[in-house]
């Protein structure tokens, strides 16, 4: 499509807690009952691209065992909308027969998943493998409240590692159906500081390891100290070999989805304690630093506000991020409000069953709208026809946002 991707989500988290308890949001928030007035919400209010996932763990029944009735009824009707999906694959957990993302052959099990799943779905052109790699890798093996629960440098790699490695196996196996095929990472977007001097070479150092998905999904080299920190952590010189030659050829398929939110930029303090303190720096200027290091066009794939009142203002403020830098030259081709509905728990992470609603959607768990919904059909209404990019020449596209697109934006559209 030749317009900025304006876009929402449904909430589709699905990590086990406390001791194994699995937590589905799209359960919790009534979609799996509402999806079809869900997703006529998503036509509604201006949406023309909508975050959807299956739920992998029901659908991965085992190795080459697929359960699609779900999926077939509801992607049927996405496509009878008129929406566009970017599917999310694997958000926040594995299957039960799986174990955790400790799981050495789980990539390559994903990625017969990913395979089955593209040629099921021929038509689907955007996809996200795996969700918030880094995050998912933090809270499930170094915080220790999702899925393996573990609380080590070394838990937290070896699942990064295998997510990555799920991603790049599902990218290969998913252009041999679509060569035009766009993947859109959705890694969050961080910033560290030093609350006191003594902190600063920890801030820098986290600093560094923000980049770590990208650096892996893209072929780009991390810097000494991250290396470093891998290899004490279980990773070898030829996982460090893999990643390098299979993200390089990865890349020009992708697109950099970011996501950010207030507590995006956190301050380190000397007792090992991190406060988020709002945006400092800002989405634009966050955002900037990435872009400079990939060189990958970029999406705003989620930001929310936890406040209800306070939301129309942050759309306004991550938006106007966006057009900044757009007029920079930077290739910014989308901007998501996450999610449609209402949120559960997202104020804790998840990490604990509480039940409390999060007003953070366009819509109330009733399916009322929130300020924020007025927002968002006003910035489609003002931007909708905004150009994908700013004075780029679109008419060779060969598919939406193709490979030969995603390489020429890079090379035409260069930051100052």
């Given amino acids: 499509m030749n317009t900025i991707l304006f876009a ?29 007035e869900d997703l006529q919400l998503c036509k509604e209010i201006g949406a023309h691209v909508v975050r959807y996932g299956p739920p992998y763990y029901i659908v991965h029944g085992g190795p080459h065992s697929y359960d699609w009735s779900y999926v077939d009824d509801e992607l049927a009707y996405i496509r009878e909308l008129g929406l566009i999906p970017i599917v999310d694959l694997c958000h926040f957990g594995v299957p039960d027969w799986v174990g955790s993302f400790q799981n050495g052959d789980w990539p390559q099990l994903f990625a017969d998943f990913a395979d089955a799943f593209a040629a099921r779905y021929p038509w689907v052109v955007y996809y996200t493998p795996v969700n918030e790699i880094l995050v998912c890798a933090r809270f499930s093996g170094k915080e220790g409240i999702w899925n393996e629960q573990l609380k080590s440098d070394k838990a937290m790699i070896a699942a990064h590692k295998h997510m990555c490695k799920a991603t790049l196996l599902s990218i290969e196996r998913i252009l041999r159906h679509r060569s035009d095929a766009v993947f859109f990472q959705s890694e969050t977007t961080e910033a560290f500081f030093a609350h006191s001097p003594e902190m ?41 070999q893999w990643f390098m030659e299979h993200g390089r050829k ?34 634009n200027n966050i955002a900037r630093g990435y872009y400079e290091r990939y060189r990958r066009p970029m999406m705003l794939t989620e930001t929310n506000a936890l406040d209800p009142q306070e939301a129309p203002g942050w759309l306004w403020k991550t938006w106007h991020n966006v057009l900044a830098l757009r007029k920079e030259g930077v290739p910014v081709v989308g901007f998501t409000w996450y999610s449609l509905i209402d949120q559960v728990d997202w104020d804790i992470q998840l990490r604990e069953i509480r039940g409390k609603v999060n007003g953070n959607g366009l819509f109330t768990l009733e399916r009322q709208p929130q300020p924020v919904a007025t927002a968002f059909r006003d910035l489609v209404r003002h931007y909708g026809d905004l150009p994908v990019l700013e004075d ?16 020429d934006a890079v090379e035409t559209k260069r930051a100052p």
Avoid at 21 to 30: F, I, M, N, S, V
């Fill in 200 to 240: 600063q070479a920890e801030a820098d150092f986290h600093n560094e390891l923000r980049f770590l998905t990208f650096d892996f999904l893209y072929g780009h080299p991390p810097n000494g100290d991250a290396l470093m920190f891998l290899m004490k952590n279980g990773a070898t010189p030829q996982d460090y």
């Fill in 250 to 283: 990865a890349a020009p398929h992708c697109v950099m989805g970011m996501d950010y939110y207030a507590m995006n930029e956190r301050a380190l303090h000397p007792d090992g304690s991190q406060e988020a303190i709002g945006p400092v720096l800002g989405w």
């Fill in 392 to 407: 780029f020449p679109i008419g060779n596209m060969r598919g939406p946002l193709s490979e030969r697109w995603l390489a």
């Fill in 8 to 36: 929402t989500g449904i909430e589709n988290s699905y990590p086990t807690v406390q001791g194994g308890k699995r937590r589905d949001l799209a359960a919790e928030t009534g979609h799996y009952k509402r999806w079809r």
